[in-house]
């Protein structure tokens, strides 16, 4: 009996050491949540297996350039009326005939208007674009999941401020409420501040149903369970630390040349480019005649061969033996116009990809335009902030001590209270814009890396 209540507690004891373990938060940091989301990206896997595809197409073409070889080897058995030998005479007689044939046969293309050319030249510019595509694919991941990270990080600073706001609010009520039940204030004072807490207890709930939105569209870039308990870890950026206004110097010239040769996405539509060319190409030479070679080994036996009696060995290697060895020249004269039609179509297939390459450099140089016009705006809303926010915390202050003595009313200290959460979550809010600025401008310059910090 004491050995069973001993095994039972034993077993509630793992049991409830297993429930901590598995209730304790996964701690998440931006570096590991970009590799969880490089890792389990399936766009990002899709690209990969198309570079491998086109990885897989080059090794084809290389070998168009060699013959093709065949063989064939087939065996009959026919019973019927079948002319035969007898003596020297032929007739008609039912009988059995079994037979033999095998064929070897290798072709080889001598010229084919430099079609195995141009497509393994069509192959290589197909493996660089998909080469590109991949790391655009990866920036994109990567920005993706850095602006997800930054908009959880930001929503928990607006809940903390809204959770310190809500206390503070809570304790002048507390010290409102025994001021009015003693007489040094009036009533309505207290239902200002009642209304005031009130007030404080929606927006701290609005902020957390936010930040809840937020994790969860985090999770979701990161394609883990959703079910599972997560922790993102904060850095703990500070408005006046870590950031440095005007920290970085650009040159709004250097950088659009500076996208013009990083962009992946430029870089593969180039490579498209080159493709649609080489196709071109590839029509026109259709026009020209071809020549290929070709040769064959082949032979066979019958059991009726002359009468039968000859060995197999006679009919097959010597008697039935062949070889033949041949030239094909194929010119093209008239092929319903389907070739003047493939010639046509690759031109305008050119001229569209031409003119999507074009569209695609002004939308890079207007993507760095912007993004570089936004940092400075954002580095001096920044500097604003922060002074509003000192100017705020005076106030505040200030307020509060003329308060306290009676030398202000409660509605100017909930006023200079309201500017001063107001002015904390402008600055919290100026300070993650200018991070995920800095970081948008670098996937807009191409040069995004996984290795990413917020420092």
Do not use: H
Request: charged share 25%; net charge neutral; proline share 2%.
């Amino acid at each position: 009996m004491r050995k069973g209540i001993c095994l039972l507690f034993s077993v509630l004891i793992l049991s409830v050491a297993a429930y901590a373990q598995d209730s304790q938060p996964k701690t998440i940091s931006l570096q590991e949540a970009i590799d969880i989301a490089l890792e389990n990206n399936y766009q990002l896997k899709q690209a990969s297996n198309n570079l491998n595809l086109a990885e897989s197409s080059i090794k084809s073409e290389y070998a168009d350039f060699a013959p093709s070889i065949s063989a064939n080897l087939s065996g009959s058995s026919r019973k019927g009326q079948q002319l035969v030998r007898q003596g020297d005479t032929q007739v008609f007689e039912d009988n059995v005939t079994n037979g033999l044939r095998g064929n070897l046969s290798a072709d080889v293309s001598l010229f084919n208007g430099f079609e195995n050319i141009l497509s393994l030249r069509i192959s290589k510019a197909d493996r660089l674009s998909s080469e590109e595509k991949l790391q655009r694919a990866k920036e994109d991941v990567i920005f993706n999941a850095a602006s997800s990270f930054l908009q959880v990080l930001l929503d928990e600073q607006l809940v903390q401020i809204a959770k310190e706001n809500l206390e503070a609010s809570k304790k002048q009520l507390k010290q409102v409420k025994a001021q009015v039940e003693v007489g040094s204030r009036p009533t309505v004072d207290l239902y200002n501040q009642e209304s005031t807490v009130a007030s404080n207890e929606l927006t701290l709930t609005q902020r957390e149903n936010n930040l809840k939105m937020s994790r969860l569209a985090l999770i979701r870039q990161l394609q883990i369970d959703p079910r599972g308990n997560y922790e993102f870890v904060n850095p703990k950026l500070e408005s006046d630390g870590n950031i440095q206004v005007g920290g970085q110097e650009f040159n709004i010239d250097e950088l659009i040349t500076n996208a013009l040769e990083n962009r992946s996405d430029l870089k593969s539509k180039m490579a498209d480019l080159t493709t649609l060319e080489l196709q071109l190409k590839q029509a026109k030479y259709n026009l020209i005649p071809t020549l290929s070679a070709n040769a064959g080994l082949s032979s066979s036996y019958s059991d009726q061969y002359f009468g039968g009696g000859i060995p197999f060995s006679d009919q097959f290697y010597d008697q039935n033996y062949t070889m033949s060895i041949g030239f094909s020249l194929n010119i093209p004269i008239f092929n319903n116009w389907n070739r003047m039609n493939r010639i046509q179509t690759a031109k305008i297939n050119l001229k569209n990809a031409k003119l999507g390459l074009e569209n695609t450099r002004l939308q890079i140089i207007q993507e760095v335009t912007q993004a570089y016009n936004d940092y400075l705006s954002y580095q001096k809303e920044l500097e604003s902030t922060r002074k509003a926010l000192r100017a705020a915390e005076r106030t505040y202050k200030t307020q509060q001590e003329r308060y306290n003595v009676g030398a202000s009313t409660l509605i100017e200290l909930s006023d200079a209270n309201a500017s001063y959460v107001q002015a904390k979550s402008d600055n919290a809010r100026a300070l993650y814009n200018l991070i995920f600025q800095e970081k948008l401008l670098d996937y807009y310059l191409g040069k995004l890396d996984k290795e990413m910090s917020l420092n």
